[in-house]
């Protein structure tokens, strides 16, 4: 498995940060480790996904992510 750190722009609130978790858990062969507002941290298993794919999905449901902290 490897890990990713994504910083989501444009993630204001709980709700925000349950439609990032709820995407990425659709997503086959990831693990939601911690979603906040404004950041996620996801395990992957890169055989199934990638970390392409992942910002895929965050960016599908009308936010805009990058790998990173999100402090960093
Ligand atoms: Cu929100």
Do not use: Y
């Not at 970390?51 to 999905?57: D, F, H, P, R």
Request: aromatic content about 2%; hydrophobic content about 45%; overall charge positive.
């Amino acid at each position: 498995m490897e890990t990713l750190n994504l910083s989501n722009q444009g993630m204001h609130c709980a709700g925000c940060a349950a439609r990032v978790s709820a995407a990425l858990k659709g997503v086959v062969g990831a693990k939601v480790e911690e979603v906040a507002v404004g950041s996620a941290r996801i395990s992957f298993d890169p055989q199934k996904t990638s970390a392409a794919a992942l910002i895929g999905v965050v960016d599908g449901i009308g936010f805009k992510a990058s790998v990173g902290q999100a402090n960093g």
